[in-house]
């Protein structure tokens, strides 16, 4: 299965979501844990259970009476007797479902381990999971900051935080020195606001970074364009003109005093 792009996963997550393993009963961060949000796939950030479907079965592992719709796919368990249940996008094992204990009007269990999941408070906007994609960001987690952008990229579509998540996810990339995924994060972020001068920038730095000189100048010159005292594009296209050996611009291209 390919699964480069999804989320990262420890050894104890993957031992649970990719080997089909079971995390000890009450042991899970989820299990007496009733905040109001939404339930996301750990290793593909789909939505999978609202927190009003949540219940307390006193079994050891979250409880939840219906998934979202279309979010679960249901199959038979190798052990011929349960049912076990995946995320219906990466096929990540969540646990299984029971139907006819009679704990609820809806009469099902769906019982999940919480290694396989993630949970996220209401958003607005997607700001919510931007902003703790930044607080990583901050500290240099760029990966978990990434897991955080793609979320609220997933839930903003064009709302008004989509061009500073993929710019920020962007740069997150650009951080690990994934520069041609960076780049396509500042061509959905230039494309959202055609004024976005941190994104050019940004994005000139990238094309630095693979070579890319000419392509490089363009966007800094973009971004000095839109703030003529944008001061460290300037100097990043001075060395973008040193590297292709056009030193006499380079030497002029530092902000004018």
């Not at 990719?18 to 290793?43: A, H, I, N, Q």
């Not at 719709?69 to 349960?82: E, F, H, Q, S, Y």
């Not at 990966?143 to 579509?157: D, M, R, V």
């Not at 396509?184 to 230039?190: G, N």
Request: net charge negative; charged share 25%.
């Amino acid at each position: 299965m390919e699964t480069s792009r999804y989320n990262a996963l420890s050894a104890e997550e993957r031992s649970v979501i990719e080997s089909k393993g079971t995390e000890r009963p009450f042991s899970g961060e989820y299990d007496d844990f009733y905040e109001e949000g939404v339930y996301l796939c750990r290793r593909c950030n789909a939505e999978l259970y609202r927190s009003d479907a949540k219940f307390d079965a006193h079994c050891g592992w979250p409880a939840f009476e219906q998934e979202i719709p279309g979010t679960v796919t249901r199959l038979p368990d190798p052990d011929g007797v349960r049912t076990e249940i995946e995320c219906a996008n990466c096929g990540g094992h969540l646990g299984h479902v029971f139907i006819g204990e009679r704990l609820t009007a809806a009469d099902t269990r769906h019982c999940v381990n919480s290694i396989s999941m993630k949970f996220a408070r209401p958003t607005a906007g997607g700001q919510y999971y931007c902003d703790k994609g930044w607080e990583h960001f901050n500290v240099g987690q760029y990966e978990k900051a990434i897991g955080f952008y793609s979320i609220a990229i997933e839930h903003t579509k064009t709302g008004p935080w989509e061009g500073q998540c993929y710019h920020r996810r962007g740069w997150s990339y650009a951080k690990l020195n994934q520069h041609q995924q960076a780049i396509q994060d500042y061509d959905q972020a230039i494309g959202s606001d055609l004024e976005y001068d941190l994104a050019y920038s940004h994005r000139g730095q990238s094309y630095a970074a693979i070579g890319e000189h000419q392509q490089a100048i363009q966007d800094f010159d973009q971004a000095i364009g839109l703030d003529p005292e944008y001061d460290l594009a300037y100097s990043h296209r001075g060395q973008s003109y040193a590297a292709i050996g056009e030193h006499q611009r380079a030497r002029a291209s530092p902000m004018p005093r």
